[in-house]
C-alpha cells in the first residue's frame, strides 16, 4: 500500500482515503452515509441489493453509475451520493422489493428495527406500482425451533444471512435455492431449521435487514409468569448484556448498566434478581478444577470448553465422536437455574422447588435451545422456564414504560448474586481462558497469580479469529487455543485430527468475538467497531472490582461450604454437570 | 421433491468424486457424473456431497442443483423427451406439438414424468437446429419438423416397441 496520500471529492468534499476495501467505507470514514442491505462490514461485499449505488464522476469526465460497495476507491474521482439520478434507482429498488414483500409491517418480529421499512420510509415509497405478493403466493413460516424464525416472505435475497453462516461458521446450513424469480434462501431442500445442522447462533438473524430471520421472542409468557401470583419469578441476567442494552436506549456502547438493569428488573416484576456473573464464577471453579484434574490424571485432551450451546450442538452434530473432549461442566446459565430452583429455598421464604419460574436473559438465541435440552430437565421440568435475548429484554423495558437512563442503580439479591471480575470477562472471547487461567493459576500451585490481566488472551483479529497463549504456570507449561466462530473451531478439530494439535485447552464461542457479539444483542451489524466497545467494557469492569478471580468469590466460597461440598464433589457433579449425546446418528446426514 | 427416491450407491459417489479431484470448484461435472448414474440427482447422493466434500453443504449442493436447468431432482423417463419452445420453434409451432406430446402421455398440472417411468417431458429453449423447427429429441434422436399429429405418431410407435 503506498504512503502517499489520496484524495477522493464526496458531494464536492475532498477526502483523503488509504485503503478502505471499497468506496462505501470512504464515504462512512468521511462521516457520510448511503443506504444498503447487502453491505455488511464483517462479511465479504456482495452486491446484491443496488441500494449503494452512486455517482462517480471520473477525471477524463466520464460519468457512471455504481455500487459503492463493491467499488474500489480511485484518486480524483468526485462522488455524487445522493444525487437525484441514484435517488430514482434506489427507489425503484425499494418498489421492486417491496412488490415481493409481505408488507405486514406492524406485526413483523422486526418493526421498528427493519431497514427496508426504514428506507422505505426515508425515500417516500407511497405506492408500488406493480402486481402484490397475494396469501395464496405467501410460504410457510418456519417457526418450529425454540430459537430462531424464518419467514421467505419478508425475505429481500441480500444474503447477507448465507454468507454469515458460511464465513463464521463454516457450515452454510443456508443457501440459496433455484434461480431468476423463484430464487428463495432456505435450509438443505427447504427443511426446517431444527432438522438440519443449524446451531441457533444467531448470526443469521443479526445481519438480516428485514423481518426474513428474527428471534423468537417469549416476552408474552414471561410476562404471563410475571402476573402469576402462585408463582415466584426469578431472573438472572448474563455478562454481555450489561455492556450493550444501553444502546436500546441511547447510551453509548460498552457502557455497564448492571445496576439501572437490576432496578428495572424489580420495576418489570421479577421477584428476585441474580446474575449470571456468578455462575460463571461457579463454572469456572468447576471447569479449572475439571481441567486440573484431567491434566494430572491424564484424562481426554484437549478439553473444550462447554459454556457455548451452538458450539455444543455443533459438536454434538459434526463431531460426536470427539465429545469427551468437552467439559462436562454446564453452561453459566445451565448452572445457575438448577442451583436457584434446588437451593433457593433454604435461603427465602415463600419460594419452593415448584413455584420458582427461572428466566433468564442472554445476548445469545442459542440460549433458548440450550434451555430446552433433555439433559437440562430437573423432575421432568426444564431448569431453565423462559430464556430472554437483550433485545427482548430491552422491548419489555420499553413497554413496562420504564424511563431506563433515569433508573438509580440496584444490588443484585443475595446469596447467588455477587461476582468476580473473572465472571465478568466470560463474556469476550478469551475471557473465559483468562478466567480459567487465574483459577487454575491457584489450583495447581496453591498461590494467587500476580498479575490478573493477562492480557494475551484479549481482542479478536477480524482475520484470524483465533489464537494461541501458552502459559508458564511455575514451570508448567500450559497452552490454550482461543477461538471464535465455529470455522475457527473446526480448523481447531482437524489439527487435533491431523495430530498437530499443541493446546490442552480449547475456549470456543461460536459468534464471531464472543457473547459481547451474541445473536440476540441489540443490532450491531453495521459497525465493527460496538464489538470492541462492549468488550472494553466488560473488561473496564473487571478492573474495577476488588475481586477478580472467581474461587475468592464469597458467595461462591459459602456455596460449597453449605452446600455443593467442594469443586467436582458428587453433589456438584449432580447440579452443575451434564452430559452430551450424539445427534448425527438419525439426522438427515445420516445416510443408510 | 416428489415421487421415490432411488437408493443411492455412496461407493459409486465416492468414485465418483475422486476421478473428479475431490474438488469444489469441479462440483458441477461431479453432479452430471452422478446425473448420468441415476438419470437425476437422488437427495441423498447431494446430501452425500455436501457433507463429504471441503468448503460445501448440502444447502450448497442443492442450490447449485437447483441453479442450472441441466439438472433433475426427479427421476427422468426412459425415455426423455425434449420439446424446444426457443425462437424458430415457437413460431413454427412448437407449442400445439407439446400440448400433443402432454395430451398422448397424459401428463398434466406440472407433471413432467408419466406413471410408469417411460416418458419425461421438458421444454427447452434451443437445441441448435433451428433450420429444422420445431424440433423434438427424444434421448439422443433428433426429430425436425414436428406436427401435433407426427409426435403422436413417434409416441405411438415407441409405446408398441415397449408393449412387445
Known amino acids: 500500500m503506498s504512503e502517499d496520500k489520496k484524495t477522493l471529492f464526496i458531494e464536492g ?52 453509475v455504481n455500487s459503492s460497495c463493491t467499488m474500489p476507491p480511485e484518486a480524483g474521482i468526485k462522488v455524487k451520493i445522493n444525487s437525484q439520478r441514484v435517488r430514482k434507482i434506489r427507489k425503484t429498488v425499494l418498489e421492486l422489493l417491496l412488490t415481493n414483500h409481505d408488507r405486514e409491517c406492524t406485526t413483523c418480529n422486526k418493526s421498528g428495527n427493519c431497514e427496508l421499512q426504514k428506507y422505505s420510509e426515508e425515500y417516500g415509497v407511497r405506492k408500488i406500482k406493480y ?184 459438536m454434538e452434530t459434526q463431531h460426536p465422536d470427539m465429545l469427551a473432549h468437552l467439559s462436562s461442566c454446564k453452561s453459566p446459565q445451565g448452572m445457575l437455574s438448577p442451583v436457584l430452583k434446588e437451593l433457593l429455598p433454604k435461603y427465602q421464604e415463600g419460594y419452593t422447588k415448584d413455584n420458582i419460574v427461572v428466566v433468564s436473559i442472554m445476548p445469545c438465541t442459542a440460549k433458548k435451545y440450550e434451555a430446552k435440552r433433555g439433559q ?25 414504560g420504564i424511563d431506563f437512563k433515569s433508573l438509580e442503580d440496584e444490588k443484585a439479591d443475595s446469596p447467588f448474586g455477587g461476582y468476580t471480575g473473572a465472571g465478568t470477562i466470560f463474556g469476550a472471547s478469551g475471557g473465559v481462558a483468562e478466567a480459567a487461567a487465574r483459577t487454575a493459576y491457584y489450583y495447581i500451585t496453591g498461590e494467587n497469580v500476580t498479575n490478573n490481566d493477562i492480557k494475551e488472551f484479549r481482542g479478536v483479529d477480524k482475520n484470524s479469529r483465533s489464537k494461541t497463549i501458552e502459559l508458564d504456570i511455575k514451570g508448567k507449561k500450559v497452552v490454550v487455543r482461543v477461538v471464535s466462530t465455529l470455522k475457527q473451531a473446526e480448523k481447531a478439530i482437524q489439527e487435533i485430527k491431523d495430530g498437530t494439535a499443541n493446546f490442552q485447552l480449547l475456549e470456543v464461542m461460536a459468534c464471531p468475538g464472543g457473547c459481547i457479539n451474541g445473536g440476540g444483542q441489540p ?66 446426514k445420516d445416510l443408510k | ?64 442443483a437447483t441453479f442450472y436447468a441441466q439438472f433433475s431432482l426427479d427421476p427422468k423417463g426412459k425415455y426423455e423427451i425434449r420439446c424446444c419452445d426457443g425462437t424458430a420453434c415457437h413460431v413454427r409451432g412448437s407449442m400445439p406439438v407439446l400440448n400433443a406430446i402432454k395430451a398422448r402421455l397424459d401428463l398434466k398440472d406440472g ?22 423447427a420445431p424440433v423434438v429429441m427424444i434421448n439422443d434422436k433428433v426429430y425436425p419438423q414436428m406436427t401435433s399429429d407426427a409426435i403422436k405418431v413417434v409416441l405411438d410407435t415407441i409405446l408398441q416397441e415397449e408393449n412387445k
Open chain 1, 131 to 314: 402486481p402484490t405478493l397475494t396469501k395464496e403466493e405467501m410460504m410457510e413460516i418456519d417457526d418450529r425451533n425454540p430459537s430462531i424464525v424464518r419467514d421467505p416472505n419478508k425475505c429481500i435475497l441480500c444474503g447477507a444471512c448465507v454468507r454469515a453462516c458460511s464465513e463464521f461458521q463454516g457450515h452454510s446450513v443456508l443457501g440459496f435455492a433455484n434461480r431468476g424469480s423463484r430464487t428463495v434462501v432456505q435450509p438443505m431442500n427447504g427443511r426446517d431449521l431444527a432438522a438440519v445442522d443449524c446451531v441457533f447462533c444467531g448470526q443469521c438473524q443479526a445481519v438480516c435487514p428485514t423481518g426474513a430471520l428474527t428471534i423468537k421472542s417469549n416476552v408474552d409468557e414471561v410476562w404471563d409468569e410475571i402476573n402469576n401470583k402462585e408463582k415466584k419469578v426469578v431472573v438472572q441476567i448474563a455478562p454481555s448484556v450489561r455492556v450493550a442494552l444501553g444502546e436500546m436506549f441511547g447510551l453509548k456502547p460498552g457502557e455497564n448498566t448492571i445496576g439501572k438493569i437490576y432496578a428495572a428488573l424489580r420495576k418489570i416484576g421479577f421477584d428476585l434478581v441474580f446474575d449470571t456473573n456468578f455462575s460463571a464464577d461457579l463454572t469456572i471453579t468447576e471447569e479449572a478444577t475439571e481441567f486440573v484434574d484431567r491434566v494430572t490424571n491424564n484424562g481426554v485432551l484437549p478439553m473444550f470448553t462447554s459454556c457455548c450451546p451452538a458450539w455444543i450442538r455443533y
Open chain 1, 376 to 400: 437440562l430437565r430437573r423432575d421432568g421440568k426444564f431448569e431453565t422456564d423462559y430464556v430472554l435475548t437483550t433485545q427482548e429484554f430491552g422491548r419489555m423495558i420499553k413497554e413496562a
Open chain 1, 523 to 588: 443490532r450491531s451489524c453495521d459497525d465493527i467497531k460496538i464489538k470492541e466497545e462492549r468488550a472494553e467494557g466488560l473488561y473496564e469492569e473487571d478492573r474495577k472490582l476488588e475481586l477478580r478471580r472467581s474461587h475468592e468469590n464469597p458467595d461462591i466460597v459459602r456455596i460449597y461450604k453449605e452446600d455443593l461440598e467442594k469443586p467436582g464433589s458428587h453433589k456438584a457433579h449432580e447440579l452443575l454437570h451434564t452430559t452430551y449425546t450424539d445427534m448425527r446418528t438419525g439426522s438427515y
Open chain 2, 1 to 64: 421433491m416428489t415421487g421415490s427416491q432411488t437408493k443411492v450407491d455412496f461407493s459409486k459417489i465416492d468414485e465418483i468424486i475422486t476421478n473428479c479431484g475431490g474438488k469444489k470448484s469441479n462440483l458441477i461435472a461431479i453432479l452430471q457424473k452422478v446425473q448420468e448414474v441415476y438419470r437425476y440427482l437422488p437427495e441423498d447422493a447431494m446430501i452425500y456431497i455436501g457433507t463429504k466434500m471441503e468448503g460445501l453443504s448440502p444447502a450448497t449442493v442443492f442450490g447449485v
Open chain 2, 111 to 132: 407433471k413432467f414424468t408419466t406413471d410408469d417411468g417411460l416418458f419425461s417431458l421438458e421444454t427447452v429453449s434451443c437445441l441448435g437446429a433451428c433450420g429444422l
Open chain 1, 13 to 64: 468534499k475532498e477526502v483523503e482515503f488509504t485503503d478502505e476495501p471499497n468506496l462505501l467505507e470512504v464515504i462512512r470514514k468521511a462521516g457520510m452515509n448511503v443506504p444498503t442491505f447487502c453491505y455488511r462490514p464483517d462479511l465479504t461485499q456482495f452486491g446484491a441489493c443496488r441500494m449503494c449505488v452512486v455517482e462517480v464522476e471520473y477525471p477524463n469526465g466520464r460519468v457512471m
